[in-house]
T-cell receptor
Framework: GAGVSQTPSNKVTEKGKYVELRCDPI?????LYWYRQSLGQGPEFLIY????????DSGLPNDRFFAVRPEGSVSTLKIQRTERGDSAVYLC?????????????FGEGSWLTVV | GENVEQHPSTLSVQEGDSAVIKCTYS??????FPWYKQELGKRPQLIID?????GEKKDQRIAVTLNKTAKHFSLHITETQPEDSAVYFC???????????FGKGTKLSVIP
């Protein structure tokens, strides 16, 4: 596709429910990233994939958060037992490969609201 | 871990004036410094970046300067236009890392 595509664009869920957020990176991009952006803040790193494997998941806040990229393209961020503090914009990004100098392109984000 | 401070948090300028946003970072091994522009409800978009072996880079009305000794880098926008109004984020990547650590952003308002 022309850019990084994320679905859903908006999601409202009840506290305690399970949520899946999907990311379709730019075609041919091997590196994929998830960031979380709270209101009035900069994006915060969650996890990075190189191909199918999670190369760095040090930003995941706890074990309720999990992400997969089974075929090295589309990725899904999964949040179990959602809490109100999980409300944020979840941004997916991709780059041709990982490493300095490779431009990271962001999607429009999935706005998650936990009520 | 890396710590990035960004100032000011808000900035208002008259159309045609210059705007300067400054970021400081903590990890002296950091080596990549991009700037992103984010309009309300939109994705962050890269506008310019600089690597640690370069002191300055310019692209039309936008320039970035890097002072590795002092561990700070700045975004300069000249001849500002109303469409420059947005939130600007600096970011930093450390050596061997693929994480971008972002500043908290600067809301720039260009007054016509």
């Amino acid at each position: 596709g022309a850019g990084v595509s994320q679905t859903p664009s908006n999601k409202v869920t009840e506290k305690g429910k399970y949520v899946e957020l999907r990311c379709d990176p730019i075609s041919g991009h091997t590196a994929l990233y998830w960031y979380r952006q709270s209101l009035g803040q900069g994006p915060e790193f969650l996890i990075y994939f190189q191909g199918t494997g999670a190369a760095d998941d040090s930003g995941l806040p706890n074990d309720r958060f999990f992400a997969v990229r089974p075929e090295g393209s589309v990725s899904t961020l999964k949040i179990q037992r959602t809490e109100r503090g999980d409300s944020a914009v979840y941004l997916c990004a991709s780059s041709l490969t990982a490493g300095m100098g490779n431009t990271i392109y962001f999607g429009e984000g999935s706005w998650l609201t936990v009520v | 871990g890396e710590n990035v401070e960004q100032h000011p948090s808000t900035l208002s300028v008259q159309e045609g004036d210059s705007a300067v946003i400054k970021c400081t970072y903590s990890d002296s091994a950091s080596n990549y410094f991009p700037w992103y522009k984010q309009e309300l409800g939109k994705r962050p978009q890269l506008i310019i970046d600089i690597r640690s072996n370069v002191g300055e880079k310019k692209d039309q009305r936008i320039a970035v300067t890097l002072n590795k000794t002092a561990k700070h880098f700045s975004l300069h926008i000249t001849e500002t236009q109303p469409e420059d109004s947005a939130v600007y984020f600096c970011a930093v990547t450390g050596a061997g890392s693929y994480q971008l650590t972002f500043g908290k952003g600067t809301k720039l308002s260009v007054i016509p």
